[in-house]
């Protein structure tokens, strides 16, 4: 029998640390409507293809389409063609909507957060309008590491994005089934797979505290390999991973 291939040991340690996630924290069940928030970017990317192919195995059983949303006043941009074929080939619908939002209006909140909570609210509103239950989205361990950090230091607060969160004023509940995948794996997949790249990045995603905290957190690891899971522990142990 042929050894396995770095992609095919790559593809069974994303795929088994998805499926240790979505048994960990009740991620999916059976006749979930699940809608993947789609960017554009590598998480996403892979999230949207392994829960095609979960989907097909019945155990559970789920479906599951994507949202692609455009934001008219951030050069941000993905090849919507490139992300349609995608989804085809995946055998997931997928939809696209565009919006827009005005910074002037809240000048405490950062072009990001209000960018994020546009976003947002138009994947809840066509959650609703369709019928879906779930919404998944492809924060990995690292978002969610840097994010609890980012908490501590920033507002004396220890928390961050749980990685099953039911909604208080809608009939919703998010996900994060990469919430137990690293990063460097995520990157990994996206150039075994010859992910397409955004055709424009962000113009805010390296002008935050996220990115002083995600070069923080390297370092940290440097001194201690451990660091990582000492946090998700700490996490895990005051119930900040699920929030019912």
């Not at 040991?9 to 088994?16: A, F, V």
């Not at 979930?32 to 192919?53: F, H, N, P, Q, Y």
């Not at 002037?104 to 959650?127: G, I, Q």
Request: with cysteine; glycine share 4%; aromatic share 8%.
């Amino acid at each position: 029998m042929p050894l396995p291939t770095p992609e095919q040991l790559l593809d069974k340690r994303i795929h088994d640390r998805f499926v240790k996630a979505m048994a960990t924290y009740h991620l999916i069940e059976d006749d979930d409507k699940i809608l993947v928030g789609l960017s554009g970017g590598k998480d996403s990317m892979c999230l949207t293809e392994i829960l095609a192919r979960r989907s097909r195995i019945h155990h559970p059983r789920f479906e599951v389409e994507a949202l692609h949303v455009r934001m008219e006043n951030i050069e941000y941009e993905s090849d919507t063609q490139y992300l349609a074929d995608f989804c085809h080939q995946l055998g997931v619908k997928l939809h696209v909507r565009t919006t827009h939002f005005d910074p002037s209006t809240d000048k405490r909140k950062s072009p990001c957060f209000l960018c994020s909570w546009y976003r947002r609210k138009e994947m809840f509103n066509l959650a609703q309008q369709l019928g879906f239950n779930k919404i998944a989205l492809g924060h990995h361990q690292d978002d969610i590491l840097h994010t609890t950090l980012l908490g501590l230091f920033y507002q004396g607060q220890f928390g961050g994005m749980p990685a099953l969160l039911r909604m208080r004023k809608m009939p919703l509940t998010l996900i994060r089934p990469l919430c137990m995948v690293a990063e460097s794996d995520l990157i990994q997949m996206a150039e075994m797979r010859g992910y397409q790249e955004q055709k424009k990045r962000c113009p805010y995603e390296h002008d935050s505290h996220r990115t002083d905290i995600k070069r923080l957190f390297a370092e940290i690891e440097a001194m201690n390999p451990e660091a990582r899971s000492c946090v998700w522990r700490a996490l895990t142990s005051a119930g900040k991973l699920m929030e019912e």
